[in-house]
């Protein structure tokens, strides 16, 4: 069985450019997530995912972060315009939908790793 | 949401068993424990979830005493490639759960 695939591996841009990552989640999974990670550190929760709708997006830097869920299933995570400080490994994770016992159980991608310049 | 705390760091030699312990003091009735591992250029990677007593799979065993403010994570006769970040975890069983991960617990295996 396939795993959560995320794209592109590696991105270098300079600032101020946008950028997108891309996630497909494990087949029958509901609940989709998008971490950041920075070097040294947890990932931290950017978004949540239930079917189509973000039920938790506290932590997203709306002014220049956006993602979608079309169809509930695949997902983008969009930067616009990049900043120095978004340089970090980009989680997407996929679990059976919340509310049940093996909700706590994450399957993660490799993430896609940012480098601004 | 319940915090955690866990050491940061640890040392172990090849063939030890490691156990690697985590606080939750505030953890609900209905809280989860889950521990994951990550590699270097990985994603986290599930091992173990469990709500009370003991849990045991192929990799490891995961100890939950009685108040459940604590769980210890053991690792039996540890190799090189188990050298990652193990991070502890406190899992809701709702609709607001964040799976908020904290800064884990760096193990290094020597030969």
């Known amino acids: ?117 | 949401l319940a915090k955690t705390t866990q050491p940061i760091s640890m040392d172990s030699y090849e063939g030890q068993e490691v156990n690697i312990t985590c606080s939750h003091n505030n953890i609900a009735t209905n809280d989860y424990i889950t521990w994951y591992q990550q590699f270097p250029s990985q994603g986290p990677r599930f091992i173990i979830q469990g709500y009370k007593t003991k849990v045991t799979n192929e990799v490891a065993s995961l100890f939950i005493p009685a108040d459940r403010k604590s769980s210890t994570l053991s690792l039996p006769r540890v190799s090189l490639s188990d050298t990652a970040v193990y991070y502890c975890l406190v899992v809701g069983d709702n609709a607001g759960n964040m799976l908020t991960f904290g800064g884990g617990t760096r193990l290094m295996v020597k030969p």
């Open chain 1, 1 to 117: 069985e396939a795993g959560v695939v995320q794209s592109p591996r590696y991105k270098i841009i300079e600032k101020k450019q946008p950028v997108a990552f891309w996630c497909n989640p494990i087949s029958g999974h509901n609940t989709l997530y998008w971490y950041l990670q920075n070097l040294g550190q947890g990932p931290e929760l950017l978004i949540r995912y239930e079917n189509e709708e973000a039920v938790d997006d506290s932590q997203l830097p709306k002014d220049r972060f956006s993602a979608e869920r079309l169809k509930g299933v695949d997902s983008t995570l969009k930067i616009q315009p990049a900043e120095l400080g978004d340089s970090a490994v980009y989680l997407c994770a996929s679990s059976l939908e919340a509310g049940t016992s093996e909700s706590g159980e994450l399957f993660f991608g490799e993430g896609s790793r940012l480098t601004v310049l």
